[in-house]
């Protein structure tokens, strides 16, 4: 059974390279059997950041996937306007490679040029109703993985088998590997991996963005950990570490430093590179600030800032970017952000800076 699937997949496959050699391809929303919306665009009205007065006038450069004017916005409080979120089915479907193929079109799930473990290669598994909670982004690195991917799991259980493919080695940090593996337990979380499936009925999202109806799914996430871990015993303020060696804009030279003076003012510090997800829970649980370099990283913080909290970003001058405050907002969290000072590779914090926007969220 196992090689008659491997063949149609290849057959299938095959197919698909002619029709797009030939101009014949599909897109995916062309390819589903039905295109339906969960939940509707929507206009999201987001209050300030917390920061220094001038502290924007730092930023020299943008991260890649934003522009000034969005973080202009993001900085000063505004509208936004927020994508629908949808659903594709397609029948007879396969998963191959990363890359979903259904009646003449396909979808990649991981870029062009990553592979999935070879051995996750063989042999093709069967599933009758399945449902894709695995994303582009989510797939690439640990804290869209962990806001947008473990959400999306939730949608998917509504549909069918959640279903993500293996993803590569994490290629920024080896241990974010067995983090996803224990926050999927921890949080019971309706998700199974595999690398090549055939789906008898298939449903894809578009669920990339943040939205209302992703934010009640991460308030139910939320609330199983908070279930799990009760009450805390005392309130912590926190600075999380980014626990791996960064090249290029996103150096951050005086971390220990800036740790070092955080922990005299009775912070506790946090290195997730070096500490387990039980360990990253208890001491996030019922937190009233966390303050860290902008990252993966700080999305830890995600499942444990109470309402009215604070997450404050140390970010780079040459990569600026407050794409966190996508979902602080949702959440009833109050984001703030510091800009370094530019060294000739990367950045440096000012301490005193740092702990006067700690001053300003009031907490």
């Known amino acids: 059974m196992q090689s008659l699937q491997h063949v149609g997949l290849s057959l299938r496959h095959g197919l698909f390279r002619l029709h797009r050699r030939f101009g014949a391809a599909r897109t995916m929303a062309d390819a589903a059997d039905k295109v339906w919306t969960i939940a509707p ?5 987001t209050p300030p950041s917390v920061f220094l007065p001038g502290e924007f006038d730092k930023v020299r450069t943008v991260e890649g996937r934003t522009t000034t004017e ?3 916005k993001r900085a000063h409080g505004g509208s936004f306007e927020r994508p629908p979120i949808m659903a594709y089915r397609y029948a007879n479907a396969f998963l191959y490679k990363s890359t979903v193929v259904a009646c003449g079109a396909e979808r990649r799930v991981l870029p062009y040029g990553v592979s999935p473990p070879p051995s996750h290669q063989f042999p093709v598994v069967s599933i009758r109703e399945g449902a894709l909670a695995g994303s582009y982004l ?3 690195y640990f804290g869209h993985w962990l806001k947008d991917d473990a959400p999306l799991s939730l949608l998917a259980e509504q549909y069918g088998q959640p279903v993500s493919p293996s993803p590569p080695t994490w290629h920024a940090a080896h241990f974010a590997e067995s983090h996803v593996h224990s926050y999927v337990k921890f949080l019971g979380l309706p998700w199974r991996q595999e690398e090549n499936v055939y789906f008898k009925s298939l449903v894809m999202f578009d669920d990339e963005d943040f939205t209302t109806h992703k934010s009640a799914r991460l308030e139910i996430l939320r609330q ?5 871990l009760g009450a805390p015993h005392k309130k912590r303020r926190v600075f999380i570490k980014r626990g791996i060696s960064d090249k290029g804009p996103r150096r951050f030279h005086n971390e220990d430093a800036v740790a070092a003076a955080l922990a005299e003012d009775g912070f506790d510090i946090l290195d997730p590179s070096k500490a387990s997800v039980e360990e990253i829970v208890q001491m996030l649980n019922g937190c009233d ?3 860290g370099s902008e990252g993966s990283h ?5 499942y444990f800032l109470p309402p009215g909290a604070g997450l404050l970003a140390i970010s780079a001058p040459n990569r600026f970017t407050t794409v ?3 979902w602080t907002d949702l959440l009833n969290i109050q984001y703030g952000f510091t800009v370094g000072d530019a060294e000739e590779e990367g950045f440096s914090a000012n301490i005193d800076d740092v702990k006067r926007t700690i001053d300003l969220f009031g907490l």
């Open 41 to 45: 665009a929507e206009t999201l009205n």
């Open 70 to 72: 969005i973080e202009a």
């Open 138 to 140: 989510g797939l690439q």
């Open 224 to 228: 199983r950990a908070l279930k799990r």
């Open 289 to 291: 600030i966390v303050v």
């Open 298 to 302: 700080l999305i830890h913080a995600l």
């Open 324 to 326: 966190n405050k996508r």
